[in-house]
């Protein structure tokens, strides 16, 4: 049976009402805010030890924000790069997807410098991220859950990119409001925040997907506006093949994108294969911990996954998280940031925000403050200690 337009109206009311209103609103804010405050006083305090000199701004805006503010400052390239002392094929710009970069500049032109502009975009995306999940949990489960997984989501290890030129708070705060959105069959809003989701990062593919899945649920619950769901997924779906053929005939050739990021970054798929070697050779022999982390972190990320399919979530978050994990680990590349690619699947935090809801608040508070004290200080060590690329 169809919704009048008057219903659909009262529908999305509740929903804002079922997650607090305003209040629960700032509650979910204030929860991001606090554990922004905490990592920034540790990535101070380990920036300080470490006696690297760098400043705080410096350190944020470092590795892939250089190449996102330069896409925003100068633009895309129209070929390829090469190595000018070795003349091999090289990683440049075009590896990035347009969105974030083209936020930059709106803020740039308005005035700001670019370096400003990019922690701009990437804090105010991140603080849309706090209220798009508290509105997801509610939507899923109830209020508290909500909140639970904004706390549980922003101490993670790794989401120190949260405060970075990064575009790990963007995507997952448009691919949260997606499925809010598609959740209450708001669909006009679905199919732009899927399109923006295809238009930030790869992995914008997995999310289409999520979104396609839910308008064949939609459309298999009533035939009533079914060209709606279908237009929404359609134009989701549309977003990274789009993006891909505009580089492809950029430089002319099909596969320019793919030879761009293994150039560059050693990025390819290779079903698995890198990253069981990896898993293999540093929990039989390695010696490193920052290694040793991550391989745990991969395994722990597997493990709460299973764990929530075994729940039975709602089909579309699902699929778009097993679709993102497969993308995860079965691409070849740089293994210190496979954490930080694994910050937007949803999935593997569902278990832990669940429990946390329905556990006693003193318990579920001691939880999540031991979890975050371990994440935020992780995060801010890879990027005030660790020498390498996050």
Known sequence: MSLTMQERTVERESLWRQAGGWRGGWIAVGIFAL???????MLWWLSDASGKGESIRSQLLEWDGGWFIKVATEGYPHTYSYDQLTGQ?????LAFFPLYPSLIRTFDLAGMSAGTAALTVA???????AVALHLLGTTLYSRRTGWMLVAICCSAPVTVVFSMAYTEGLFLAVVAGMFVAAHRKVWWAAGLLGLAAALTRPTGAAAALGLAVAAVLAVRESRVKAWQPIVAAL????GVPAYLLWVALRVGDANAW????????GTSFDF????????????????????????LILLVALAAAAVALAGKPWLPLAVYGVVSMVLVYGQAGFYHSKPRLLVPVLLTLLPAAVAAARARPRVAVLSIAAWGA???WYGAYLVAVWPYTL
């Open 89 to 93: 094929l090289d990683g440049n710009e």
């Open 123 to 129: 804090w105010l995306a991140s603080i849309g991220l």
């Open 374 to 376: 371990f994440g935020l």
């Open 35 to 41: 554990t922004r405050v905490v990592q920034l006083i």
């Open 235 to 238: 134009v989701a779906l549309a």
């Open 272 to 295: 698995g294969r890198s990253t069981w070697k990896f898993l293999r050779t540093t929990l039989s022999t390695g010696d490193g911990w920052v290694p040793v982390s991550v391989a």
């Open 258 to 265: 793919f030879r761009i990021q293994t150039a560059g970054w």
